[in-house]
């Protein structure tokens, strides 16, 4: 059968691909495609959700407040219909879980591109340039690596409140949620690639560039970027689960998002204060969605660790 | 004989010890006095921890009634309306052995009324108290104040010896991080003593025996234990970890209710819940309406009222804990009646032709400021009120903070719409006037924030303070409650209504200042 796709040409980038050694290792592996089932579909769902969800559960005009506490699988008094029943505000529970991840991916996306933006640069220029500029970094990296990510994002979260005018707070609470988990973030993607652009930096072919003179910053973005991105994906992968947790910790804490437009973790919060007057459902169903997606991002994760480990073959 | 021995002293163990866990109580609540200084802040959390060590001349029953306690009679002085005449209670003393005379009283007051003390306000209006003998005070006031003595129920009389001798004549600096002896020492009157205190874990109070009262509390022993998490404070009262839970979440009376050996009282706080918007032309910060300001349009500020449903806040975010109101003032005070009560149906369409009428036909955006830890499920209610004002167009943007956030933005008038709860601890309309209602300017409108002004309406509520003829009082009190709601000043939403839970062997009262005393709880 190698012989055959061997004979193939030319071979576009998805036939190369599906003869990967990670297409394979993909196949091999159930929990993997399970993972990356429930991931997708979570996915998909999420950026869907204006047509898929049966209502609209952040304009809050449509919203009845006659509509609360709805059992699931049952209608209200209203007379609409609830699959997961409906929250204290008659937010149908299905709409605001598909709306909600949309939030909490967002911002957890975001947050990961930011951390790995910042990362990628200071580990980049701290590995090939060394000396004091490196020490400085890596030490701030180490300093920051000793307190749990989630202090640091409250951290700065406070003094970007500080900072932003009140009148700004809810419009500009997103990005200040992206902000604060991505400074949060950076320094396990800057200390891996400032480690691999160490390496590079001896071989040949960055020797080879330099003395033809390149620019240096080509040689870093052109020459060693490309061949530390390995880890760097697997450290996002795995991070991008982490910023989910954290966005959810910080919403559920009462510092994220505003409770008009809950995020996953924003649900969980509102659920909680129901837990022992018998309604579950407020709760239930966004926790269960927010450890599937977690939960599937993290073995999806993993399992790019391993497939992208020659010595794990 | 050894057997015996050892026989006799476990029966007298147990005989000693049932009476004593009977009447311990483990009293559980959402947080912990801030200070133990008597004059160091005018907080209900404070005040009702301290009203079990500490006693005022002057209290309320659980009606509301103004009675006796350190003070046997209270009249104005014949001859002179502005001194107020206090006849003392003898034979009572403090918790060291000293004697409560008159000088502990000018004491007191005096300290009440110093510049760090944060009881102030309430005796603005006293210019010098004096000690006639040892058991009669006189206060005299700045003009005639007929409610002078509505505003003692909370100002605690320490003794002057004791503050001399431990460097407590100074009130407590709380805003300034301040620490003094009287924080976390007490000598007071009351009918308990301070035996532990750990802030925000544990204090323990013990009996104090030789109390002035005829019959003795049944509570021995109170083990007071502030637990923030509202699910956690339930939890341990269904768990036996605690008697009484006070602050009990709506949505968990009923299973409270519904648990044997639990039982939940419920009775209406002196606290109205209402919104608030800005007044004049300025057009708001935080609306798309950017050359004037819609709030100042009556119209719009009926379609608001019509828009909002005040029956569905009740049954759905309060589960039916709450009164819906349609005037900014509970039932407890004077000057409420069931005319201003009264409160509009819920008209969506005819809300919607006002606002158009007022040139809005598509609405406005604005922003709604709202405490999230403040009041009960004050984040809940806002919410329910942006739904509401969306079904007619007006788009709200949900600003929810922690009430220590929320505070500064309404002090400093930086909001265009507000939420914000009122008690009034001195059960006269004038107390609601003077910081809601009165153009904001010296010690007037402190909480007027959305800068409303009626100079006719500010001549009034200023001469309520030293009308003497009560009947002319009153009348001017309804003539000014007539304006504010008429201009719909402020937007009510209904009272508070209070849930403490507790072992069904216990009886504990709902106090409408929230201020529940345990040496009233009786044991069946």
């Known amino acids: 059968m190698s012989e055959l796709t061997q004979t193939a040409k030319p071979k576009g980038a998805v036939a190369r691909f599906f003869d990967s050694d990670v297409w394979f290792s993909f196949r091999r592996s159930p929990v993997t495609i399970v993972a990356a089932t429930v991931a997708v579909s979570l996915v998909l769902a999420a950026l869907l959700a204006p047509w898929i969800a049966p209502y609209n559960p952040f304009n809050p005009a449509s919203l009845n407040l006659m509509d609360g506490f709805t059992e ?53 220029s701290a590995g090939y340039v060394g000396g004091v500029y490196d020490s400085v970094v890596m030490r701030i990296a180490d300093i920051q690596l000793s307190f749990p990510a989630i202090l640091i994002a409250l951290l700065i979260f406070g003094v970007a409140r500080g900072i932003i005018p009140p009148s700004q707070h809810e419009s500009m609470a997103v990005w200040v949620l992206i902000i604060a988990i991505g400074l949060a973030n950076w320094a396990q993607f800057a200390r891996t690639v400032r480690g691999a652009t160490m390496v590079e930096r001896q071989k040949d072919y960055v020797s080879a560039a330099r003395i033809m003179g390149v620019n240096p910053l080509r040689i870093l973005v052109g020459h060693v970027l490309p061949n530390v991105l390995g880890p760097v994906l697997v450290i996002a992968t795995i991070g991008l689960a982490l910023a989910i947790i954290e966005e959810a910790t910080l919403s559920f804490l009462g510092v994220g998002v505003p409770p008009t437009q809950p995020s996953l973790g924003t649900l969980i919060r509102i659920g909680q204060q129901f837990l022992f007057s018998g309604e579950w459902w407020i709760l239930f ?28 073959r | 004989m050894k057997r015996f021995l050892l026989a006799a002293s476990v029966i007298a163990l147990a005989a000693a010890a049932t009476p004593v866990s009977a009447e311990t ?206 699910a956690t404070r339930v939890a341990a009262l269904l768990s036996g970890e605690v008697d009484i839970v006070q602050d009990v979440p709506v949505q968990d009376i009923e299973r409270l209710a519904g648990t044997s050996g639990i039982k939940v009282e419920t009775g209406p706080e002196n606290r109205v819940i209402y919104f608030g918007y800005k007044f004049g032309e300025e057009p708001l910060k935080s609306s798309n309406v950017t050359d004037k300001n819609p709030f100042n349009d009556p119209k719009v500020r009926e379609a608001m009222e019509l828009a909002i449903d005040r029956e569905a806040i009740k049954r759905v975010v309060m589960r039916g804990q709450s009164i819906p109101t ?53 984040e809940a209610i806002s919410q329910a009120v942006v739904g509401m004002l969306g079904q007619i167009g007006i788009k ?129």
Not at chain 1, 93 to 116: D, E, H, K
Not at chain 2, 69 to 96: C, N, Y
Not at chain 2, 342 to 355: D, F, M, R, W
Request: aromatic share 10%; net charge negative.
């Open chain 1, 285 to 312: 169903f966004p926790a269960v969605t927010l450890v599937l997606l977690a939960l599937s991002v993290n073995l999806l994760g993993d399992w790019l660790r391993d497939a992208l480990n020659p010595r794990l």
């Open chain 1, 72 to 124: 699931p699988l049952s209608e209200s008094m209203m007379g609409n219909y609830f699959v997961f029943g409906s929250d204290n505000q008659g937010r149908d529970v299905l709409s605001t879980i598909l709306y909600g991840s949309r939030v909490s991916l967002f911002v957890a996306v975001m947050a990961t591109l930011f951390a790995m933006a910042i990362g990628i640069s200071l580990g980049l």
């Open chain 2, 396 to 524: 709200v943007t949900l600003a929810s903070r922690p009430i220590a956030q929320h505070s500064p933005v309404i002090i400093n008038n930086e909001s265009d719409f507000y939420l914000l709860g009122w008690g009034v601890p001195t059960f006269d309309s004038a107390y609601i006037f003077n910081d809601l209602v009165h153009t904001k300017e010296g010690h007037y409108g402190a909480y007027n924030v959305g800068l409303y002004s009626n100079p006719e309406l500010d001549a009034k509520i200023e001469s309520l303070g030293t009308e003497v003829d009560l009947e002319k009082r009153d009348a001017t009190i309804a003539e000014i409650w007539e304006v504010v709601k008429g201009d719909r000043v402020l937007l009510p939403i209904h009272n508070q209504v209070l849930a403490y839970a507790m072992k069904d062997n216990i009886t504990l009262e709902v106090h409408p200042e929230n201020q529940p005393r345990i040496y009233t709880v009786t044991f069946d």
């Open chain 2, 326 to 378: 349609g005037v900014p003032t509970p039932p407890f005070v004077n000057g409420w009646t069931p005319e201003l009560d009264a409160y509009p149906a819920t008209n969506v369409e005819a809300a919607k032709s006002l606002l158009a009428d007022a040139g809005y036909p598509d609405g406005f955006t604005v922003t709604l400021d709202t405490p999230n830890n403040r009041y009960v499920n004050d």
């Open chain 2, 25 to 230: 109580v483990r009293w559980a609540r959402s947080g912990d006095a801030l200070t133990l200084d008597p004059h160091s802040q005018n907080q209900g959390v404070t005040h009702t921890f301290n009203h079990h060590i500490y006693e005022t001349l002057l209290d309320r029953d659980s009606e509301g009634t103004l009675q006796g306690r350190l003070a046997t009679e209270w009249k104005v002085k014949e001859g002179d309306p502005t001194v107020w005449v206090f006849t003392l209670r003898q034979g009572v003393t403090f918790h060291d052995g000293a004697a409560f005379t008159a000088e502990d009283v000018v004491f007191s007051l005096d300290r009440a009324r110093s510049e760090k003390s944060n009881m102030k306000q309430l005796h603005a209006d006293v210019e010098s108290v004096t000690a006639v003998d040892d058991y009669t005070v006189e206060v005299k006031m700045k003009g005639p104040s007929p409610l002078y003595p509505n505003n003692l129920t909370n100002t605690f009389m320490m003794d002057k010896t004791w503050a001399e001798t431990n460097d407590v004549v100074e009130v407590q600096d709380f805003g300034a991080g301040e620490d003094n002896y009287a924080v976390r020492n007490t000598n007071g009157t009351g009918p308990y003593k301070l035996v532990s205190r750990d802030p925000d874990v544990r204090s323990v109070l013990a009996l104090n025996e030789n109390h002035w009262a005829e019959t003795k509390p049944a509570v021995t022993e109170i083990i007071y234990l502030p637990i923030a998490e509202a």
